[in-house]
């Protein structure tokens, strides 16, 4: 079992930056596999960046690429998403996902436990 509860989000300006956090509670972490979603008004949800906890791999939706990083910290029991450059295309409600696995995973239905999101606003 995982629980997942996600902070850090909040209004900022374009071309701003902003750091999300996801506590992660579980038995182990060692093979846990971690992403990022968000879902903007009207659309669907959207895969943004995946990390495995047993080596660090990352992957990233190419929208984000080069902008966001996804990290963890497993004395924390925490995943973290460093967004820079943000546009006003990036706002959306983020949620933070888990499975267990030793790879990365970009597909919803590969995610099993789900955070209550948190709402990311960048204004023009």
């Known amino acids: 079992q995982v629980q997942l509860v996600e902070s850090g989000g909040g209004l900022v300006q374009a071309g701003g930056s902003l750091s999300l956090s996801c506590a992660v509670s579980t038995r182990t972490s060692s093979n846990l596999v971690t992403g990022w979603f968000r879902q903007a008004p009207g659309k669907e949800r959207e895969f943004v960046a995946s990390i495995t906890w047993s080596s660090g791999r990352t992957t990233y939706a190419d929208s984000v690429k080069g902008r966001f990083t996804i990290s963890r910290d497993f004395v924390k029991n925490t995943v973290y998403l460093q967004m820079n450059s943000l546009k006003p295309e990036d706002t959306a409600v983020y949620f933070c996902?888990?499975?267990?696995?030793?790879?990365?995973?970009?597909?919803?239905?590969?995610?099993?436990?789900w955070g209550q999101g948190t709402q990311v606003t960048v204004s023009s």
């Open positions: 996902a888990a499975n267990f696995g030793f790879q990365v995973y970009t597909e919803i239905r590969q995610y099993v436990y």
